[in-house]
């Protein structure tokens, strides 16, 4: 197996509302217009430390995310930069209309996070479990997208969201997640990562669950003879076009795999660029057409195929694919 | 009420609260402090009030409770399965995977639960449109709510109070579990929700504010309410998140806690002790 990027010398997991707290406070420090926004969830979003060295410049709105959402568009209006925060599954659910509308379509620049995506959720179960938000969002023009996989790329990613003027959506893994990348790893919205490569097939995922659940798979179809690369996609929108391309071609096959949705989330950018410009078999996990519900992760990852099983699994039936399709379009034309 | 009857309702009350810790003890977290400062105004709503039939939780014509604070589902899951509804052990497997006690309240899950609710805000709504589907349906049954006073923050909780008052639902009578807190801290530091009489008042209710875990005056304000025949009606009860367990009352950070066996088994005495005061 060919790693592609310098493994960390240092994997410890931390926990990512720690780093996504800190790296808003460091930037405050040089930063005025920085501002944070809650809707009583400031603990769980890792956001009390910023309250702690900036208090005048922290909002907390009560259960009250709509009117944070608004409020937050206001500010921005007036030149500050917002960062509003609370669960994914109200982040986009409850707040979409004011996202669209104030924030977005307005063409301000608020930077609203949401934290446990998908079966992170756990035990707050199925009202709290959000498998559309990236589906939601996604469909808002121009937004950036950004669903960090671990602590490193969070640190990194943060700092260039503040600064790119416009709305945008981060979907954070809010718990402790073990490093993927070294310190030194640089970092581009819009331009995924190629963390193994391979000759195969390759893996497109996004998130601290799929990111290592891919590893995980590659190493194990490694093991079985085929070379999978793995990417990880942590800018879903822009999608990096290029690079789905350029694994296309060079493997033939695509495995996407997502705590979200098949439907209108990663995979589905992922399929749309395929079918545009260079059509491989492909497999999307993540998803099917079911609601969330209660439980460990753990659990809830078995329950929804999101483990590197499903994902050799998934592999195999894809190679299938490829096989039955015969040499892909994509190799002839290379 | 006579003191006798009181005295039953206070021992159920521990009763409650102990099978609701065992409850929540078991898988060793959960929404523990919104859980305990309701457990009166179940009690009072489901051991006096509601006109229900356990063997029949699909019965139409039945009183309906909606919990707008769905994370205290437990408490409730306690009161449903002490009554009757599924068996008490079935309390042993809140929040595990493939449960049908999942932490929020869902009413395709669990019998006798008349909503689905988890997501703040919502509830109150659907308790307008249950209360009205009643009076359009000409079905006898009352419409309760508790709602709590961080879901009283959103403002969706303030446009069903509007249409529920514009409608004339005297069929509906809502509590606000006013325990003063919500996750981030004292309701006063995060999003001041006072002066609760008043604003209920403002928006068409009858509304009263009451000790919440004191069943004589809780129930006469049910009374009073119940004889409401063209307003919707809210009870302010004034509550203490986390009330009974002694360390955890009152504590900000009960919300949504770890309790291990061994702190379950000091509550659970010191509840068994309650309960045999009142015996
Ligand atoms: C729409 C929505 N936003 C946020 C949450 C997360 N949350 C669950 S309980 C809670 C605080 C609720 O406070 P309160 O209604 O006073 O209930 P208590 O904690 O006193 O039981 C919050 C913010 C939620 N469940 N729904
Ligand atoms: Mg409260």
Known sequence: ????????????????????????TAIAAEDERIVVLDADLMKA???????????????????????????????????????????????ARRTFDQFFISANYARLNVKLTGTDPGVAAAFNGGTHMSFEDIGLMRTI???????????????????????????????????PITRIYDASETFELGRGKVLIDGEDLTIIAAGAILVAEAIKAAEKLDAEGISAAVIDMHTIKPIDEELVVQYARKTGAILTAENHQVRNGLGSAVAEVVTDQIPVPMVRVG????????????????????????????????MNKKTRVGASPARSHA | MNSSEIRSLQRKAAEIRRLTVEEIAHLGIGHVGGSMSIVEVLVLLYYRHLKIDPRDPALETRDKFVMSKGHAGPALYAVLADKGFFPTAMLQTLNQGGTNLPSHCDMNRTPGIDMTTGS????????????????????????????????????????????????????????????????????????????????????????????????????????????????????????????????????????????????????????????????
């Open chain 1, 287 to 318: 998803i099917l057409d079911e609601f969330g519900e209660v439980g460990t992760q753990e659990f809830l990852q078995e329950r929804f195929g999101l483990t590197a099983e499903n994902l050799v699994a998934q592999a195999r039936e894809l």
């Open chain 1, 45 to 91: 979003n890792g956001t009390l430390g910023f309250k702690k060295a900036y208090p005048e410049r922290t909002f907390d709105v009560g259960v009250a995310e709509a009117n944070m959402v608004g409020v937050a568009a206001g500010l921005s209006a007036v030149g500050l930069i917002p960062f509003p925060a609370t669960f994914t599954c109200f982040a």
């Open chain 1, 141 to 175: 023009p121009k937004i950036v997208i950004c669903e960090p996989s671990d602590p490193v790329s969070l640190r990194k990613l943060l700092p260039e969201i503040t600064f790119r003027y416009g709305s945008s959506y981060l979907r954070l893994h809010r718990k």
């Open chain 1, 1 to 24: 197996m060919k790693w592609n990027i310098t493994r960390p010398a240092d994997p410890q997991p931390e926990e990512m509302r720690a780093v996504y707290g800190d790296v808003l």
């Open chain 2, 120 to 279: 703040l805000g919502q509830g109150l709504s659907a308790a307008v449109g249950i209360a009205l589907g009643h009076r359009l349906r000409k079905l006898p049954g009352r419409v309760f709510a508790l709602i709590g006073d961080g879901d009283t923050n959103e403002g969706q909780t303030w446009e069903a109070a509007m249409s529920a008052s514009m409608f004339g639902l005297g069929n509906l009578v809502a509590f606000t579990d006013y325990n003063k807190m919500q996750i981030d801290g004292p309701i006063d530091v995060i999003m001041k929700t006072d002066q609760l009489v008043d604003r209920w008042t403002s928006f068409g209710w009858f509304a009263q504010q009451v000790p919440g875990h004191d069943f004589a005056a809780l129930d006469e304000a049910l009374q009073k309410a119940l004889a409401e025949e063209k307003r919707p009606s809210m009870i302010i009860a004034d509550t203490i998140k986390g009330k009974d367990l002694p360390g955890i009352e009152g504590d900000y950070n009960n919300h949504n806690m770890p309790i291990s066996a061994e702190q379950a088994e000091q509550l659970v005495a010191s509840l068994r002790e309650l309960e045999e005061a009142s015996a």
